[in-house]
């Protein structure tokens, strides 16, 4: 049985992102980043039809971009540079921890902040009545 770390080697191409994202933005309506991964077939296919008229190209796009595009080998086309991993490296639980205290401390400051927001919107509502009474009434 294999390791996962070892799988997830095999599965990532030799293809980069940062030559497959420039490609596809600016020339993939003419499948410029599938010629590049090595799927031409489709790549011609996608020139003929202008990029699927833009919605095949937009697809693409967003695949590239969130690492889940294939090239012609069913690698997926996940490393931004020929020399960085293929995976991220994890953070440590300290990190992790130290974002959840500072989620926490925002989440905290914004309800605060909308209860003075409300406040506010009463006491102004309060003005606006107290104003539309005519001055003789009171």
Same mark, same amino acid.
């Given at each position: 049985?294999?390791?996962?770390?070892?799988?997830?080697?095999?599965?990532v191409?030799?293809?980069?992102?940062?030559?497959?994202?420039?490609?596809?933005?600016?020339?993939?309506?003419?499948?410029?980043?599938?010629?590049?991964?090595?799927?031409?077939?489709?790549?011609?296919?996608?020139?003929?039809?202008?990029?699927?008229?833009?919605? &095949?190209w937009?697809?693409?796009?967003?695949?590239?971009?969130?690492g889940?595009?294939?090239?012609?080998?069913?690698?997926?086309?996940?490393? &931004?540079s020929?020399?960085?991993?293929?995976?991220?490296?994890?953070?440590a639980?300290?990190?992790?921890?130290?974002?959840r205290?500072?989620?926490d401390?925002?989440?905290?400051?914004?309800?605060?902040?909308a209860?003075?927001?409300?406040?506010?919107?009463?006491?102004?509502?309060?003005?606006?009545?107290?104003?539309?009474?005519?001055?003789?009434?009171?």
């Amino acid at each position: 049985m294999r390791d996962d770390a070892i799988e997830d080697q095999d599965n990532v191409s030799d293809r980069t992102r940062s030559a497959a994202v420039p490609l596809a933005v600016l020339l993939g309506c003419f499948g410029a980043h599938r010629f590049y991964v090595g799927k031409t077939s489709s790549a011609i296919l996608m020139a003929c039809t202008l990029g699927g008229i833009g919605l &095949w190209w937009m697809a693409d796009v967003i695949l590239l971009l969130t690492g889940e595009f294939r090239d012609a080998d069913g690698r997926r086309v996940v490393r &931004w540079s020929a020399d960085s991993p293929a995976r991220p490296a994890r953070l440590a639980t300290p990190q992790i921890e130290r974002m959840r205290d500072e989620m926490d401390q925002l989440r905290s400051e914004m309800t605060e902040l909308a209860e003075r927001v409300d406040f506010m919107e009463r006491m102004l509502a309060q003005v606006r009545e107290r104003d539309a009474i005519p001055p003789g009434s009171r």
